[in-house]
């Protein structure tokens, strides 16, 4: 069967679906047909360009997706190593794990569209098992997927997909995005939804690699396990969040527990949130770590929030954030305890986002 006849069995399909959705299998032949693994991996990167602006909207201060982005192109044309983007890969998918909390799922799935795409495009992967998403478990979504329920606004629920919305991103993903892919050409970025609130890129950091590598960080995350562990065994929950402010001499804690995996995250009280940090030393060993990492590569400069997530089975679950100022931090201290903070934990320019940047040489 022709390019042409499988584009025409696929709408049909479309048509057919009582939401209007391509089916895996229907994909799968489509890309069958197309016979070319660079065309296939253009038109899976252009979907998920095509719902990139939804996440600018609901994060506009949030350039990481455009980094990420600026890895995946500098891989294609070939100035990247297969492992360096992996590892940037894995370090996005954790930062889009975290951001679950927020439950900004339209914003959500475009990054993890952009994940899944990005796994493709190192193991060159375009065609699946037929078994559809829809049966299928999250983990083996393919990134066009999500970026259709992106363009969903974001559907938590895959029963309250807009049948309309579904049609118009399956029907432009047959025809514009793959015409585009065939040019070998990508979907433009607008460049103004970017955020220009920092223009500066800033480097991977090699503090990160210290969780798996370095014995003395090990001690500490082992000693976070094993206090965290032993209370989600105690009390019966299924995953507990860990969120810690740092700045100067500025310190405060937050933890939530979910009791299933299908309920959200709870805040654990706050009286007995206080004493279970002071029966742990919990500031101080976060405190610590921040201090550890810094000192080993001092030029970085120290995170100002982490996230960890704790279930019994897995380790602990590190997202640091170095280069944002969390709202929490506008609510609680001035801009000075960011100064006091940098004479501390000074880092080299090129690790400087412009907001600090201001305020050091203020």
Request: include cysteine; proline fraction near 2%; hydrophobic fraction near 35%.
């Amino acid at each position: 069967m022709n390019i042409e006849s499988v584009i025409e069995n696929c709408k049909a399909e479309i048509e057919s679906h009582p939401l209007h959705h391509l089916e895996r299998k229907y994909r799968n032949d489509l890309f069958n047909s197309i016979n070319d693994i660079e065309i296939s991996l253009r038109l899976l990167l252009n979907a998920t360009f095509k719902v990139l602006e939804i996440f600018t909207t609901d994060y506009p201060n949030d350039k990481s997706i455009y980094d990420f982005i600026e890895r995946i192109k500098e891989y294609i044309n070939g100035g990247l190593e297969k492992e360096v983007l992996l590892n940037r890969t894995k370090l996005f998918h954790t930062y889009m794990d975290n951001r679950l909390s927020d439950e900004k799922y339209d914003a959500i799935y475009v990054g993890y569209s952009i994940v899944s795409c990005s796994y493709e495009i190192i193991k060159k992967q375009v065609i699946y098992t037929d078994v559809d998403e829809f049966d299928d478990e999250p983990d083996n979504w393919s990134s066009c997927f999500y970026a259709s329920l992106a363009y969903n606004n974001g559907s938590s629920d895959l029963t309250a997909i807009d049948p309309e919305k579904n049609r118009t991103f399956w029907y432009w993903f047959l025809d514009e995005g793959l015409k585009l892919s065939q040019e070998l050409e990508l979907l433009q970025i607008n460049k103004e939804s970017i955020p220009t609130i920092d223009d500066k890129i800033i480097p991977q950091r090699q503090q990160i690699n210290l969780l798996n590598n370095n014995t003395e960080i090990n001690a500490v995350t082992q000693q976070l396990d094993e206090i965290f562990k032993g209370l989600i065994n105690k009390e019966g929950w299924v995953e507990f969040k860990l969120e810690g402010y740092y700045v100067s001499n500025n310190r405060s804690l937050a933890g939530y527990y979910k009791l299933s995996s299908d309920l959200e995250f709870e805040k654990l009280e706050g009286t007995r949130f206080y004493l279970l940090g002071k029966q742990f030393n919990l500031l101080k060993v976060l405190g610590d770590l921040r201090d550890k990492m810094y000192r080993l590569f001092p030029e970085e400069g120290a995170w100002y929030q982490t996230i960890i997530n704790f279930s019994l089975n897995n380790p602990g679950h590190y997202h640091f954030i170095y280069d944002e100022k969390a709202d929490f931090f506008d609510k609680w201290v001035d801009k000075t305890a960011f100064a006091d903070d940098f004479v501390v934990y000074e880092r080299k320019d090129k690790y400087t986002p412009l907001w600090l940047e201001a305020i050091v040489k203020s």
